[in-house]
Structures are given as C-alpha cells and as structure tokens.
C-alpha cells in the first residue's frame, strides 16, 4: 500500500487525447469525487463498496494514462489489456487486489460524469466524436438502473 502513489494518482489528467477537451485541466481525482456523486445522487442505496470503487477506480491509470471511451469501445482487445495494466497497478497503490462489484452502476457513473464534463466544457462537440451514441447508451442504462429521471435532470431534459 502506498499512499505516496495513492495522492500522486489523482494527479492524472484526463482528456489530454481529446482536442476539444484537453484544455479544461480535469484530473482523476475530480473525476473520482463526481462519479461518486453521481452514484450518491442516483443509486438508491449505494454500497460503501461501490463508493470506493468510484473513488479509486481510475487510479491504474497512473501507470497506464487515460485512453479515450470510443478507442476502448473499437479495439476491445486493447482495453482489455489496459484494464488488466490498471488493474494490476491500483493492486500495488491500495496493497490488496479486489474486483469491483455493480460494475454496471460504476460503468454509467463514469461515463455520465465524462458526458456532463464534456457538455458544460465543450458544448460545440457534442454532435460528434461518439458522444451521441454515448448519450445514447447512458439513457439505455439509465433505463436499466432505473434512473430515468435523475439522468434526464443530469443533462438537462428535466
């Protein structure tokens, strides 16, 4: 366990691939306390597992870097190995592997924080660079976890 690594980790920037976005300054730590918002505000009884799966599920990517959702989506064979990097690098932060559970929930937190992120910092974008499909995907799960409304009201539509 290292919490040198731990506190360094957060300091990852994200969006640093994407033109549009690689100048807002947004960091996994920030990523991190929103996702875990999001489930606060949306989950009707989260667990305390899932909270901290939110709150340090990104931290592999200190070892790895972040690659942008739509790349993971097209070359599954590479996410899979990143996740497996990540996986093994937040094993060696938190000194204990564990997989996360309600994967699902922390799937639609994750990417409901990139898509508000990506409205409020680059609204011009948002007809592209797979962000319809991801609204697509976040309603259909949104439908799922049974979360309609609290996602409508997240991007605007309440």
Request: aromatic fraction near 10%.
């Amino acid at each position: 366990m290292s919490l040198h690594k731990a506190f360094l980790a957060g300091f990852v920037r994200r969006w640093h691939t994407n033109p549009d976005l690689a100048h807002t300054c947004d960091r996994i730590d920030g990523h991190s306390g929103r996702v875990a918002r999001i489930i606060l505000m949306l989950h009707p009884d989260p667990s305390v597992e899932l909270l901290r799966a939110a709150l340090i599920h990104d931290d592999g990517e200190f070892a790895v870097g972040d690659m942008k959702a739509p790349s993971k989506d097209k070359f599954p064979v590479i996410a899979d190995a990143l996740e497996e990097l990540e996986y093994i690098a937040r094993c060696e932060i938190w000194g204990h592997c564990e997989e996360f559970h309600e994967r699902q929930w922390l799937k639609f937190a994750d990417r409901l924080d990139a898509y508000m992120w990506a409205r409020h910092h680059a609204p011009h974008a948002m007809g592209g660079d797979g962000w319809p499909d991801a609204y697509d995907w976040l309603g259909a799960q949104a439908n799922i976890l049974n979360c309609v409304d609290g996602f409508h009201n997240a991007v605007g539509l309440d």
